[in-house]
């Protein structure tokens, strides 16, 4: 426990990740506590607050099938969706159309939820699986304890001057969203919280630099798997290949499903990853000596 | 090339922890012709190279076995939100 608040209490890259996470919470939990309250003061009939909930829970769906499919690596790509949060809030401060409204409200829980699944695969990213579960409680805690004075605060504005008045404050949060994503997303790819971008072999299995004999040789050359346990063809091999690489951190992980799970091109992979030719390489070249270190590992266990 | 111990290149060959960074380049087919050259004479000679080569071509063999679903890495965090989510929404 001690180590999960010092991960959430030291600075670093870990504050902005928590402080988006909790944002995109509030807003989705004011869209879905708040959201009919805009119908109750359009005054609209009883019968067309069941499509407006049909239309948010969709979002949730929707926000969720595109968010596994973002990619935040880039300002643009934060900004852009920054701004469709934005826009969303100032309509529901400024509009009195139920359609318009509807769909702002619609909009902003797709986005929200779209941004926040790679987000949270960034704070997975971010913290060792010791403390994982430690900190994703701390982050719903949290979110909890800052959605309580958010409520205070949007009820009583929205009983002394309405609930349109009291979008501003969704504005606000709306606000702090975009600095933090545009704070966030730099690194998604390149050097994620946590997961440093190292060679694929430890520097200790090569000789130094100034060997008077092999200077960056192996110490000890990796011998054949077929010597260690037979051919490297049984199902217990996939089942260590497939632990290894769904243990991988997400860009790495992304890269070597994309390319050797998925069999798909490299240059596919670079446009859909918006990754640059040697980021590509790099990264799966990280994965696959990663990989390879583990089936090494368990290889030698079961030759032993 | 000199080789002065079976198993290992000469000390003026290309350097196993630089060939180790370019093997998925070399697989790749995307290396320079003068860099390849000089990987295919580091090969030749280092035993401990021509290994992880093969091993890079078994690990790519062994998750080719694998479809999308298998490594799926949804983790708990997002597991958690999504729970929750759900939770708060039964409680209507």
Redesign the interface.
């Known amino acids: 426990m001690a180590d999960a608040y010092r991960a959430f209490l030291e600075r670093g890259a870990l504050r902005p990740i928590v402080a988006l996470l909790v944002i995109t ?1 509030l807003l ?2 004011a869209m ?1 506590e708040f959201g009919p309250l805009w119908l109750v003061a359009l005054g609209v009939s009883a019968g067309l607050y069941g499509p407006q909930w049909a239309g948010l ?1 969709a979002a ?1 769906g929707v926000g ?1 099938l595109l968010g596994g499919r973002l990619v935040l690596n880039r300002p643009t790509t934060a900004v852009a969706l920054g701004a469709a949060i934005v826009a969303c809030c100032i309509v529901l401060t400024t509009s009195h159309m139920l359609g318009i409204v509807v769909v702002a409200q619609i909009v902003l829980v797709l986005v929200v939820v779209a941004v ?2 790679p987000v ?2 960034r ?2 990213d971010a913290v060792p699986s010791t403390i ?2 430690g ?3 701390g ?2 805690t949290l979110t909890w304890l800052t959605f309580l004075p958010f409520a205070f605060a949007f009820g009583v504005v929205s009983d002394r001057s309405g609930v349109h008045d009291g979008g501003w404050i969704l504005g606000v949060v709306a606000v702090l969203a975009i600095v933090l994503l545009g704070a966030t997303v730099r690194g998604f790819v390149r050097a994620p919280a946590g997961v440093s971008l190292e ?3 430890a ?1 200790d ?2 000789r130094a630099d100034d060997d008077p ?6 110490v000890d ?5 077929e010597q260690l346990r037979g051919p ?1 063809d049984t199902q217990a ?2 089942a260590e ?2 632990e290894s ?4 951190p ?1 860009p790495q ?1 992304d890269v ?2 994309a390319r ?4 798909r091109a ?1 240059a596919e992979v670079r446009d859909e990853l918006e990754l640059t ?1 040697s980021e590509e ?1 790099d990264l ?2 990280q994965a ?2 990663r ?2 270190d583990q ?2 590992d368990s290889l030698k266990a079961r030759g032993a | 090339m000199t080789t002065d ?1 079976p ?3 000469g ?1 003026d060959d290309l ?4 060939f ?2 370019l ?3 070399y697989l ?1 087919g ?1 290396l320079p012709a003068d860099v390849r050259s000089q990987v295919d004479e580091h090969l030749a000679a ?4 021509q ?2 080569l ?3 071509r ?3 063999d ?7 679903d ?4 949804t ?4 597991r ?3 729970i ?2 759900i939770r ?2 039964r409680r209507r």
Do not use: Y
């Open positions: 919470a989705l939990q879905l829970m949730l969720g926040s699944i949270t695969g704070l997975h994982r579960a900190v994703a409680s982050v719903g060679p694929a072999f520097a299995q090569f004999r092999w200077p960056g040789h192996w050359p990796p011998q054949p798997w490297v091999a996939v290949v497939r690489i769904t243990d991988l997400s992980h070597i499903v050797d799970v998925q069999r490299p030719p390489r799966l070249n696959r000596g990989v390879r089936l090494d | 111990r198993g290992r290149p000390r350097a196993c922890k630089d180790v960074e093997v998925t380049a790749d995307v280092c035993d401990g190279c290994n992880v093969a091993q890079w078994t690990i790519i062994l998750a080719g076995r694998l479809t999308e298998d490594v799926d890495n983790d708990e965090i997002t958690d939100r999504l929750s989510t708060g929404l």
